[in-house]
């Protein structure tokens, strides 16, 4: 029996996030029809992950589907972890940053419109966590290699510095046309208003992108072959 796959989501009140998320799974279990494959969400939306793992038995991998270091990583799946005892867990690293995301990223940013020469902001929904925005930061210089070596500044919905419609001036000032690439796994609040300030081309979530689906079950494996030892928690 392998072990089973929680992949952790954030939740939000927008409808279309849950839609997204459970779309992106299926194309999980697609890849890997044999695994177990189950959902919890850190927040606002069901199943909540303590009440996914409650549910669960033997021993599991925590995936986040999230796009770098940050409380929720760091802190909130151990915390989640360690409260269910009756489990032996290990906690996969955040989706980012990674080749597979910059490929999401510029297929997105080819079906919004965007074309060789524009500058891109890289907007996502910012962290306190120095570690979050150097993931951040990382994942823009991937971007900005793929798509040729055009400005890619990340910027954030909240919590950081530049804030999306700062960092889309900036550009614009230097003499750039400008698109944005969301840089969310879903739609929501953040997306919706990161997009919103777009002067050009704006890009979709991530969402159930084939890359992304892939990226999970490579998190899911990287962590199974980390030595047991390793973001393991042993049973009560």
Not at 107 to 113: F, W
Not at 209 to 225: K, Q, T
Request: charged share 20%; no cysteine; aromatic share 2%.
């Amino acid at each position: 029996m392998h072990p089973t796959l929680v992949a952790v989501a954030h939740g939000s009140r927008d409808p279309r996030a849950a839609l997204t998320v459970l779309a992106l799974l299926e194309r999980v279990r697609e890849l890997r029809p044999r695994l177990d494959v189950r959902l919890g969400h850190i927040e606002l939306n069901r199943p909540l992950l303590d009440d996914t793992l409650k549910d669960a038995t033997g021993a599991a991998v925590l995936v986040p589907l999230l796009l770098g270091r940050g409380t929720h990583v760091k802190r909130d799946l151990p915390a989640a972890a360690a409260r269910a005892g009756h489990l032996r867990i290990r906690v996969a690293e955040p989706l980012g940053p990674h080749p597979l995301l910059v490929e999401a990223l510029f297929e997105r940013l080819l079906q919004a419109g965007w074309e060789p020469g524009t500058a891109v902001v890289l907007a996502s929904a910012g962290s306190l966590d120095p570690d979050s925005a150097a993931d951040s930061r990382r994942t823009a210089a991937l971007l900005s290699e793929r798509l040729g070596g055009v400005p890619v500044t990340p910027a954030y919905a909240s919590a950081a510095a530049p804030t999306v419609p700062d960092a889309v001036r900036a550009l614009a000032a230097r003499g750039h046309r400008v698109a944005v690439a969301s840089y969310f796994t879903a739609p929501g609040r953040f997306a919706t208003a990161s997009a919103a300030a777009a002067p050009g081309p704006a890009a979709a979530p991530l969402g159930a992108h084939p890359a992304l689906a892939r990226l999970v079950v490579h998190r899911y494996e990287e962590a199974l072959a980390r030595p047991a030892h390793q973001r393991e928690l042993a049973t009560a």
